[in-house]
């Protein structure tokens, strides 16, 4: 629909909350408002690419000579995790979303002539991760999973007061630059000779080196993290928003990983049905050598490395007493549009679904969708999904190419996810089939008139008889 047209027959901020709803469309008499994934404009995602490529380029031409194969070496691994974000459709093209962002920048910019001359973009991920990250090249993430668990439009600016820090303060370049000190110091090239010149377990003591020396230019280090707070309170505390939020975000994500979904009893709760029962061995799992009664000890500090977001409770302690300095009652949680802020929370919990499915990664939009479904369950585009997924499940196990969408259970999962995927690594090729076919035939009468659940439903029956 033409724009333009639009904004003769609507206010300008109905139009705003139309165009973000847009995701949304009717169905089945214009009675239920169903969710459609937004299509990425690839043209855009290769045109910001190529400028970021040229900016590249630019600037390893302008590298100094000293160390420059090394330097060049990091940098170009940077790129190619840019491209790969770039390339797999992760960056958010939707106008009305990036809009939006763009807002929310420039209400810190306006804030602080600082950064009137910074070169920085913020880009909506569609990543289901609860984070955000400066990657290099002036690009920030802000991940939907993260996005979508925020309280309000401050605590939305203090994680992009944060990444702009990083940005700011060029931490990513500094790891690199000790990364590239390091394995030329004169205590490295006199280890590397000793290692050369033995005879023996040359292999073993290379790894011992090398994993000491090892870096992910695109995470900052711990002390990079609490730096990179108390910039981004400085930053708020020039603009309109609640500094108080950099506390209460800390708060969430220090409990982020925190996992309260009952997959065994959900899963149990889903798949019962009269003609075909729920069985108790598809949820069960291997008790392992101890037989399941022995009890690990607790390890408080392994398990906070293991957070996405580790040592929030210490970030905290060191960042109270500047937001405590600068706290006002006239500052406010939400200052752009709140009403924006609401719909695109609301859009990204499914986008993440859609996103996670279209990157071959079944399981994970699974288990997103079992955990959106608790809270709308009668939801279509739900419902079609669950059939969607398992329809791939049995696709995928008939051509032997299961192992390529699933992800297998590991102990830097929670406890819940691992749960999800023992579930479906316990499954038979006839089960998927099954299990599509009568969890979506139940629905059949509510939504025959629903296009994608029509497809699915198909598709389940053709199965279920082979």
Request: glycine share 4%.
């Amino acid at each position: 629909m033409n724009f333009c047209k639009l904004s003769t027959l609507y206010p300008k901020r109905l139009l705003i909350l139309i165009c973000i709803s847009v995701s949304f469309s009717l169905v089945a008499n214009g009675q239920v408002a169903v969710f459609t994934p937004a299509t990425e404009d690839t043209v855009l995602l290769e045109k910001l690419y190529s400028n970021y490529e040229d900016k590249f380029n630019k600037e390893l031409a302008a590298l100094s000579a000293n160390n420059k194969k090394d330097y060049e070496e990091a940098y170009r691994d940077r790129l190619e995790y840019i491209k790969e974000k770039f390339h797999k459709k992760e960056i958010y093209t939707s106008q009305i979303a990036q809009q939006y962002l763009d807002a929310l920048v420039n209400e810190v910019k306006k804030a602080n002539p600082v950064l009137q001359k910074q070169s920085f973009e913020c880009y909506f991920s569609r990543s289901g991760v609860p984070n955000a990250s400066y990657i290099g090249e002036g690009i920030i993430l802000f991940n939907m999973g993260l996005f979508e668990k925020l309280d309000n439009e401050s605590e939305a600016a203090f994680v992009i007061c944060h990444e702009i820090a990083h940005y700011v303060m060029k931490h990513s370049d500094k790891r690199i630059a000790d990364y590239v000190t390091a394995i030329n110091s004169d205590e490295v090239q006199k280890e590397l000779k000793k290692i050369k010149g033995s005879q023996y377990r040359k292999r073993e003591q290379l790894e011992k080196l090398v994993k000491g020396l090892t870096f992910d230019s695109r995470r900052h280090g711990r002390d990079h993290e609490s730096e990179a707070d108390s910039l981004a309170v400085e930053l708020m505390h020039n603009s309109r928003f609640n500094v108080m939020a950099s506390i209460t975000t800390l708060n969430l994500l220090d409990s982020i990983d925190n996992d309260t979904l009952n997959t065994a009893a959900c899963l149990e709760r889903m798949f019962n049905f009269p003609a075909f029962p729920f069985k108790k061995k598809w949820i069960a799992h291997e008790e392992g050598l101890l037989g399941g009664h022995a009890k690990l000890t607790v390890d408080s500090a392994l398990a906070d490395s293991l957070k996405t977001h580790p040592d929030c409770k210490q970030r905290i302690k060191i960042l109270e007493p500047l937001v405590n300095k600068y706290t006002s009652a006239n500052a406010s949680n939400d200052v752009v549009n709140k009403h924006e802020f609401d719909s695109l929370k609301n859009a990204f919990s499914y986008e993440i679904i859609s996103y996670a499915f279209a990157s071959k990664n079944f399981t994970r939009s699974f288990y997103y969708t079992l955990k959106l479904l608790q809270k709308n369950p009668d939801d279509s585009y739900l419902i079609v999904q669950v059939g969607k997924i398992l329809n791939g499940f049995y696709a995928c196990q008939k051509t032997h190419t299961l192992g390529k969408v699933i992800e297998l259970p590991a102990p830097g999962n929670s406890a819940n996810y691992n749960s999800l995927l023992q579930f479906v690594q316990n499954l038979y090729l006839d089960d998927y089939a099954s299990l599509s076919y009568h969890y979506l035939d139940q629905h059949s009468e509510k939504l025959n008139s629903y296009a994608p659940f029509k497809t699915e439903y198909s598709i389940s029956i053709q199965t279920a008889k082979q």
